[in-house]
Nanobody, 127 residues
Framework: QVQLVESGGGSVQAGQTLSLSCTSSMHTISRYCVAWFRQVSGEERELVVAIGGDSDGRTNYADSVKGRFTISKDNAKNTLNLQMNSLRPEDTGVYYC???????????????????WGRGTQVTVSS
C-alpha cells in the first residue's frame, strides 16, 4: 500500500517562500507519476504540478504557478519536494501529494487519474 505524507505547510506573507515535502513509504516517487494538488474549501481540487516517473520525467505545471513553483525529487529519500516562491494569497489552500500507479502522467493529469493521496498540508498566504 502506497503511503504519502506531506509536510512543510504554514502561514506566510505574500511574496515569501515555502517548501513542501512528500515522503513515500515505497519507491513511489522515483517510479510513478506524482503530483501536487491544492484545494480551497468548497472548490475542486486543482493540479499544481505533476511529474512523471524517472523513465519519463516530464513536468506539467499549472499556468498560475509557472515560474514561481518548482517540483523536484530526492529518490534516495523517497521524497517529492515543492519549492514555492513569490507566494500569493490565491496560493492559499490545502496541498496534497498524489501518486499514480504508472510512470507516465495522464494528459491532462486530472485528480481522478491518481489513486493514492496524502492527507494534505495547509498553506496560508496573507496579503
Amino acid at each position: 500500500q502506497v503511503q504519502l505524507v506531506e509536510s512543510g505547510g504554514g502561514s506566510v506573507q505574500a511574496g515569501q517562500t515555502l517548501s513542501l515535502s512528500c515522503t513515500s513509504s515505497m519507491h513511489t516517487i522515483s517510479r510513478y507519476c506524482v503530483a501536487w494538488f491544492r484545494q480551497v474549501s468548497g472548490e475542486e481540487r486543482e493540479l499544481v504540478v505533476a511529474i512523471g516517473g524517472d523513465s519519463d520525467g516530464r513536468t506539467n505545471y499549472a499556468d498560475s504557478v509557472k515560474g514561481r513553483f518548482t517540483i523536484s525529487k530526492d529518490n534516495a529519500k523517497n521524497t517529492l519536494n515543492l519549492q514555492m516562491n513569490s507566494l500569493r494569497p490565491e496560493d492559499t489552500g490545502v496541498y496534497y501529494c498524489a501518486a499514480r500507479g504508472n510512470s507516465w502522467c495522464a494528459t491532462p493529469p486530472l485528480s481522478g487519474t491518481f489513486g493514492f493521496w496524502g492527507r494534505g498540508t495547509q498553506v496560508t498566504v496573507s496579503s
